[in-house]
C-alpha cells in the first residue's frame, strides 16, 4: 500500500497538470506539501514503477482529429513484439496493443489511429500496413464518445 503523502500525490494529479508557470507547485500545494517534496516523490514513484508516466493528454477532438479508427490485423506472435514496436512511434497511433484471438475473430494486434477525417485514417493505417507487411484489417470508426475522464485512485476516504 501507498503512504498517505503519495496517494495525495496521486489525487492531486488527477485533474491534470494546470496551465500555469509553476504547475507543479500549485499541485504541491494541493497535495499539502512543497514542491520540492512534491517532486521527490513523484520520480520515487516513477523510479518504483508505480507510475508510468505523468504527461498530457490531447483532448483529439478538441485539436481538430474528429476520426478515430481501431483497426485490427492478424499478426503472427513471432512478430507481435516488432510489429507494436513500429506502430507504436507512429505519430498518429495513440496506443497499440495485442490480445489472443478467439475462433471466430483471428485479429490480435490493435492500434488506435487518430487523424482530421475517415480518408486520413485509411491512408495512415495503409501506410502502416504497407511498411508492416500487414495483411487484411478491420476498420472501426467511433461515432460517439460516452467518457473522457481521469482514472480516479484512493476516493474511497475523501467522499468522492
Request: aromatic share 8%.
Amino acid at each position: 500500500m501507498l503512504e498517505e503523502k503519495d496517494q495525495r500525490i496521486i489525487r492531486a494529479l488527477a485533474d491534470g497538470i494546470p496551465i500555469v508557470s509553476h504547475p507543479f507547485a500549485e499541485l504541491a500545494v494541493k497535495a499539502g506539501m512543497g514542491e520540492d517534496e512534491f517532486l521527490s516523490r513523484l520520480r520515487a514513484l516513477k523510479e518504483r514503477g508505480v507510475l508510468r508516466r505523468v504527461g498530457a493528454v490531447l483532448q483529439h477532438r478538441k485539436a481538430g482529429f474528429s476520426a478515430n479508427a481501431l483497426c485490427a490485423w492478424q499478426v503472427a506472435n513471432t512478430r507481435l513484439d516488432g510489429v507494436g514496436e513500429a506502430v507504436s512511434r507512429e505519430a498518429a497511433v495513440s496506443h497499440c496493443y495485442s490480445r489472443e484471438p478467439a475462433t471466430d475473430w483471428p485479429y490480435n494486434f490493435y492500434a488506435m489511429i487518430h487523424a482530421p477525417n475517415r480518408k486520413a485514417c485509411e491512408e495512415i493505417a495503409d501506410r502502416i500496413a504497407a511498411e508492416n507487411q500487414l495483411g487484411e484489417r478491420k476498420t472501426f470508426y467511433s461515432v460517439r464518445e460516452w467518457k473522457k475522464a481521469t482514472m480516479r485512485y484512493f476516493c474511497e476516504d475523501n467522499g468522492e
